[in-house]
């Protein structure tokens, strides 16, 4: 008997998906895995032989093969990950070229906001994740204020020792 569907993770989900599409093991597993830019293809290549392996996606997959009717589209997530390929030259998964990121409403510096941003870097986030909320300026403008404000620079840089240290105190904590 086959397993059912419910068995299957959602990415697991998402691979059967794209395999059932385009019969690429590969170009599957980069779709659904959201594989980072410049992972060696062998590496992506084991991934791909234990999903392959498993039991329960093989069951689905031939349950879809006999009855295509079963597929259920999965809801995805907002669009995140790029369409990616695997690059002949060096055997590396590759992004392609998408489309421009709406832009964000232009934020103006401030002293205050300077030193948020430099709080939340203290403490261990990323500046993607901080410009990433409303009220926060693009990345690209936080560089820009780099460069023109040299207080704010200052303490940009002192906000990433601290993170660094933060950092380093956090794996030595787990190890």
């Known amino acids: 008997m086959l397993k059912s569907s419910a ?4 990415r697991q989900e998402k691979f059967w998906h794209a395999y059932l599409e385009t019969g690429d093991a590969f170009a599957s597993y980069l779709r659904a895995y959201h594989v980072k830019d410049g992972t060696p293809r062998e590496a992506t290549e084991t991934y791909v032989a234990k999903v392959m392996a498993k039991a329960s996606v093989q069951a689905r997959i031939a349950e879809l093969k006999e009855n295509p009717q079963a597929a259920v589209k999965i809801a995805d997530k907002p669009k995140k990950a790029k369409p990616v390929t695997a690059d002949a030259q060096n055997g590396r998964a590759r992004s392609e070229p998408t489309t421009a990121k709406p832009k964000k409403s232009p934020v103006t510096f401030t002293v205050e906001l300077g030193h948020r941003i430099c709080e939340e870097i203290a403490l261990r986030r990323s500046l993607a994740e901080i410009c990433a909320e409303p009220g926060f300026p693009s990345e690209r403008t936080v560089y820009q204020w780099r460069r023109t404000h040299q207080e704010f620079a200052a303490e940009y840089e002192e906000a990433r020792k601290w993170r660094a240290e933060a950092r ?5 904590m787990r190890c």
């Open 7 to 10: 068995a299957l993770t959602r």
């Open 168 to 172: 380093a105190d956090f794996v030595t």
